[in-house]
Nanobody, 128 residues
Framework: QVELVESGGGSVQAGGSLRVSCAASGYTYRRYCMGWFRQAPGKEREGVAF???????TYADSVKGRFTISQDNAKNTLYLQLNSLKPEDTAMYYC??????????????????????WGQGTQVTVSS
């Protein structure tokens, strides 16, 4: 079964950087989309960055130019590099995966309902 295990969260001062990782296993489909969501207490889950199996990427406007999504195929690991961090980036960050390309086409990558598998989340805290 598909399993996503996250790591790399922590606390950092505004302007600093972190890299979070998501190790995937049981991933046998050739076509997929993986990405990162974040959620702060009392707020909706927000799509952050996405990468599909053809290498296409999508970023939320709030993180464009600051965050970079990448993948190490040899390690089956998805990364999110978070640079120039702001206090408003503070949230629980979740990685997610889907193999239903029809869902992506119908709902878009930023809709959590497009995704079927989720990591446990890793906390990112940015202080002023």
């Amino acid at each position: 079964q598909v399993e996503l295990v996250e790591s790399g969260g922590g606390s950092v001062q505004a302007g600093g950087s972190l890299r979070v990782s998501c190790a995937a296993s049981g991933y046998t489909y050739r076509r997929y989309c993986m990405g990162w969501f974040r959620q702060a207490p009392g707020k909706e889950r927000e799509g952050v960055a996405f990468r599909d199996s053809d290498g296409s990427t999508t970023y939320a406007d709030s993180v464009k130019g600051r965050f970079t999504i990448s993948q190490d195929n040899a390690k089956n690991t998805l990364y999110l590099q978070l640079n120039s961090l702001k206090p408003e980036d503070t949230a629980m960050y979740y990685c997610a995966a889907t193999f239903r390309m029809t869902a992506i086409q119908a709902l878009g990558v930023t809709d959590p309902n497009s995704f079927d598998y989720w990591g446990q989340g890793t906390q990112v805290t940015v202080s002023s």
